[in-house]
């Protein structure tokens, strides 16, 4: 148990559905991150959040929505997805991120399984 | 090119054996290099870092060393067990002012008992 909750572990949705991935962690941190990984691929960062505000997104089509109400949650709203998007999506959270101290250890959550079809 | 590229992308081993994984960055700047495991059905776990002010770290059968010079950094793990069968990810800065770890492609680590 990492500290970073993902729910629902698995989704199958059809590509007119809506629907939203939630992250939750309560260790105290500051920045969360939204991955996707897929087969074969590396790690995909899709969007970070560093206290509240969005500080990156990774050339995300609009079709993902990413929403942080506060430190401790992050959303994911999918909607009109296609069959590539299928994949694991990762949440995770470290402290923070600054310029002097950079990257510190980040916390993922166990992903959540899409399957659209 | 890859800002971070790892190999081997799969390793096996026999139980016991050392296993030896490489990555290589492009950003000298970069200042915080973290190794993952990621095991069947749960995210990446952090399992040793280093930061640049030092060459090598060691945490029991594990070890991570850094070559700044050469912009490379290796994931030791020593008397390999069945446990250690995982997918390992090596992660570094991009560069380009982002502080946002790039992740390497994986090894698939097998350890036969």
């Known amino acids: 148990e990492t500290g970073v909750t993902q729910t629902p572990r698995h989704l199958v949705m059809g590509m007119t559905n809506k629907k939203s991935l939630k992250c939750e962690q309560h260790?105290?941190?500051?920045?969360m991150y939204w991955y996707k990984q897929s087969a074969k691929k590396p790690l995909e960062l899709m969007f970070v959040y560093n206290f509240k505000e969005q500080t990156e997104n990774n050339s995300v089509p609009s079709r993902f929505s990413p929403e942080c109400p506060n430190s401790s949650h992050l959303f994911l709203h999918l909607h009109t997805l296609q069959p590539e998007d299928s994949a694991l999506y990762l949440c995770?959270?470290?402290?923070?991120?600054?310029?002097?101290?950079?990257?510190?250890?980040?916390?993922f959550g166990q992903g959540t399984r899409l399957t659209v079809v | 090119g890859e800002n971070v590229e790892q190999h081997p992308s799969t390793l096996s081993v026999q139980e016991g054996d050392s296993a030896v994984i490489k990555c290589t960055y492009s950003?000298?700047?970069?200042?915080?290099f973290p190794w993952y495991k990621q095991e069947l059905g749960k995210g990446p776990q952090l399992i040793i870092d280093?930061?640049?002010?030092?060459g090598e770290k060691k945490d029991q059968r594990i070890a991570v060393t850094l070559n700044k010079t050469a912009k490379h950094f290796s994931l030791h793990i020593t008397e390999t067990q069945p446990e250690d069968s995982a997918v390992y990810f090596c992660?570094?800065?991009?560069?380009?002012?982002?502080?946002?770890?790039?992740f390497g492609r994986g090894t698939s680590l097998i350890v036969h008992p």
């Open positions: 260790l105290g941190h500051n920045a």
């Open positions: 950003d000298s700047a970069s200042n915080y």
């Open positions: 992660a570094a800065p991009p560069g380009g002012g982002s502080y946002i770890p790039t």
């Open positions: 280093i930061r640049s002010n030092v």
């Open positions: 995770a959270s470290s402290q923070e991120i600054n310029k002097w101290q950079g990257h510190t250890e980040a916390f």
